[in-house]
C-alpha cells in the first residue's frame, strides 16, 4: 500500500506524513523537513520528496 510506503527511513517518516505535511501547508522541502523531520538524516529522500512536492503543486 502506498500509504504505508517509507519515504524516509532514517526519521520513519512515510508517504501519508508528507502528503499530510503538504495539505498542512508545507510547499518547499523546508517546510517538510521542518513539520515531518524527512531529509534531515542522510539526505536519500529528498528527490523523492521534491517529486511529491511537483506533483502537488
Do not use: F, H, P, Q
Amino acid at each position: 500500500m502506498e500509504n504505508n510506503k517509507k519515504i524516509c527511513r532514517c526519521r520513519n517518516v512515510s508517504y501519508l506524513d508528507i502528503i499530510n505535511a503538504i495539505k498542512s501547508g508545507a510547499s518547499d522541502i523546508e517546510d517538510i523537513m521542518e513539520l515531518t523531520g524527512a531529509a534531515t538524516c542522510c539526505g536519500g529522500c529528498t528527490s523523492e520528496i521534491l517529486s511529491m512536492l511537483e506533483i502537488k503543486k
